[in-house]
C-alpha cells in the first residue's frame, strides 16, 4: 500500500485553521481530531475510520486560535489563541474546563507534558511558561534569554523540553533542573515547529529558511538536513514508528520522509494553500493536516 488522500473535509472552518491534534481517547476508544482556525474557533470532530463528524464547537477565545494540543489520555484539548488565554476543553462533553490569562502577548504555542499533567506554553518574551491543569496556575519558568518563542515541544520521556525562537535558535531545557542544556544554531530563521523522536533521542526542526533539520539530542549536533520544501517549513511531526516524520509547508505540500534514509517518501500537494499544522494519528498509520484553504485532509500511511 502506499501514501494516498483518504479523506477531506472542506469548509472545516470559516478561516485559517492554524492547527491540529489528534489522540485517542482512553475512556471510550475515540479518535478525536482538534482543529483550531483564525475564526476564533476551537473544533471538535470523531474519526470514524472513514470520515470526520464534527462533534463539538468550542466558543470562547476573542481572537485566532494558534495553537491546539490534546493530553496523552485522549480527554481533554488545550488551544491558545491571539487573546493571550489558554483554555482547557473536556473532549467527550464539549465543555470549558479552565481559562488561563497568560497574560498580555505570553501564550503561542500549547503543549502538554507526557504525564498530561502539565502545559507548557512559549511567550513573546521568550519565557517558557509551565501550567499546572488542574489548578491553572503558573508553576514554573523557563527563560531561554532569547527573542519570541514560536514552537515549544516536550520529550516523550519527560526528560526535556525544547523550544524554537523567530531569530532560529532552538534552546534545550533538562526538565528537572530548569537548567539549559544546548544552544543548537542551525536556522538562521524562525523556527515555527519541532518535534521530539518516540524515543527522544532526535530532534526535528522546522524554518523558515526552508530547511528541516535533524539533531541528536544528547551531542546537540545536527545528524541531517534535510530540503526539498520550496518555501517556508511550518509543521512537523514524528510518526510513532520512530522511522518516518511529517512536515507541511507554505509552498502548499505535505510530505513524508524517512529519518534513517533522510529522504522524502511522499509529496502531497492536495491543498490549495499554506498547510500550517500536521499531525500522525496513534497508530502511525494516518496524517492529518490543516491549511489556510479552510480544510482539514487525511491520509493514509502503509502499514
Same mark, same amino acid.
Given at each position: 500500500? &502506499? ?15 492554524? !492547527? ?6 482512553? +475512556? @471510550?476508544? *475515540?479518535?478525536?481530531? /482538534?482543529?483550531?482556525? #483564525? ?8 474519526? @470514524? ?11 470562547? %477565545?476573542?481572537?485566532?486560535?494558534? *495553537? ?10 488545550? &488551544?491558545?489563541?491571539?487573546? !493571550? %488565554?489558554?483554555?482547557?476543553?473536556? +473532549? ?15 501564550? =503561542? ?11 507548557? !506554553?512559549? *511567550? ?15 508553576? !514554573? ?15 516523550? $520521556? ?16 533538562? /526538565? ?26 532526535? #530532534?526535528?526542526?522546522?524554518? $523558515? @529558511? ?24 511550518? &509543521? ?14 507554505? @509552498? ?18 492536495? %491543498?490549495?494553500?499554506?498547510? =500550517? &499544522? ?21 491520509? $493514509?500511511?502503509?502499514?
Amino acid at each position: 500500500m &502506499s501514501y494516498s488522500v483518504s479523506y477531506k473535509q472542506d469548509k472545516a472552518h470559516d478561516d485559517s485553521i492554524w !492547527s491540529v491534534a489528534w489522540a485517542k481517547s482512553n +475512556l @471510550d476508544a *475515540s479518535e478525536y481530531i /482538534v482543529t483550531g482556525s #483564525l475564526d476564533d474557533t476551537v473544533k471538535v470532530w470523531k474519526w @470514524d475510520g472513514e470520515k470526520i463528524d464534527p462533534t463539538w464547537i468550542l466558543e470562547g %477565545h476573542q481572537l485566532g486560535v494558534v *495553537s491546539v494540543d490534546i493530553n496523552p489520555q485522549g480527554t481533554v484539548a488545550a &488551544s491558545s489563541s491571539l487573546d !493571550s %488565554h489558554i483554555r482547557l476543553w473536556e +473532549l467527550d462533553t464539549g465543555k470549558q474546563l479552565k481559562s488561563i490569562d497568560a497574560g498580555p502577548v505570553d501564550a =503561542w504555542t500549547v503543549s502538554f507534558t507526557p504525564d498530561g499533567q502539565k502545559i507548557v !506554553s512559549g *511567550s513573546h518574551t521568550g519565557k517558557i511558561n509551565i501550567y499546572n491543569t488542574e489548578t491553572g496556575l503558573k508553576e !514554573s519558568m523557563l527563560d531561554t534569554g532569547g527573542k519570541f518563542t514560536l514552537s515549544i515541544a516536550c520529550s516523550p $520521556d519527560g526528560k526535556r523540553i525544547a523550544s524554537g525562537a523567530i531569530d532560529g535558535i532552538i534552546y534545550v531545557f533538562d /526538565v528537572a533542573t530548569g537548567k539549559l542544556l544546548h544552544t543548537l544554531e542551525g536556522h538562521a530563521m524562525p523556527i515555527r515547529s519541532l518535534c521530539f523522536s518516540p524515543d527522544s533521542q532526535l #530532534l526535528v526542526t522546522a524554518s $523558515d @529558511d526552508g530547511h528541516i533539520k535533524i539533531y541528536d539530542v544528547q551531542h546537540a549536533n545536527v545528524v541531517g538536513t534535510l530540503s526539498g520544501h520550496g518555501s517556508w517549513v511550518l &509543521s512537523v511531526a514524528f510518526s510513532p514508528d520512530n522511522i518516518h516524520f511529517v512536515s507541511s509547508s507554505s @509552498d502548499k505540500s505535505v510530505k513524508v520522509w524517512n529519518c534513517g534514509t533522510r529522504q522524502c517518501e511522499s509529496t502531497f500537494l492536495d %491543498h490549495y494553500d499554506q498547510v =500550517w &499544522s500536521v499531525k500522525y494519528n496513534g497508530a502511525g498509520n494516518k496524517i492529518v493536516s490543516v491549511s489556510d484553504d479552510c480544510a482539514v485532509h487525511i491520509y $493514509d500511511c502503509p502499514a
